[in-house]
Nanobody, 120 residues
């Protein structure tokens, strides 16, 4: 079974930093896209940052300049470096990936989520 294993969440003060990691395992399927969504209390889930096959990282406007998405292709792992964190960044962060044996047979996979809390 495909698994997305997340780590790095926690409690941090405003202005602090965290680094999230997500490793895809359990499948030899190609990864066509991989990134992070988040869902804050009382709000809709939103895209935070993502890599797509053959493309550079994309970010939602609210995190541009503060968050950096990177990848280690050999380990099927992505990282989200989060700097200058704000209370409004508080959310459950979900790793996600589009994977499949070919472009016509891919599906979305989701991690269990990791809590990020930014508070004084």
């Amino acid at each position: 079974q495909v698994q997305l294993v997340e780590s790095g969440g926690g409690l941090v003060q405003p202005g602090g930093s965290l680094r999230l990691s997500c490793a895809a395992s359990g499948s030899s399927f190609s990864i066509y896209a991989m990134g992070w969504h988040r869902q804050a209390p009382g709000k809709q889930r939103e895209l935070v940052a993502t890599f797509r096959l053959g493309s550079s990282a994309n970010y939602t406007d609210s995190v541009k300049g503060r968050f950096t998405l990177s990848r280690d292709g050999a380990k099927n792992t992505i990282y989200l470096q989060m700097n200058s964190l704000k209370p409004e960044d508080t959310a459950v962060y979900y790793c996600n990936a589009l994977m499949g044996p070919n472009l016509l047979s891919m599906r979305a996979y989701w991690g269990q989520g990791t809590q990020v809390t930014v508070s004084s």
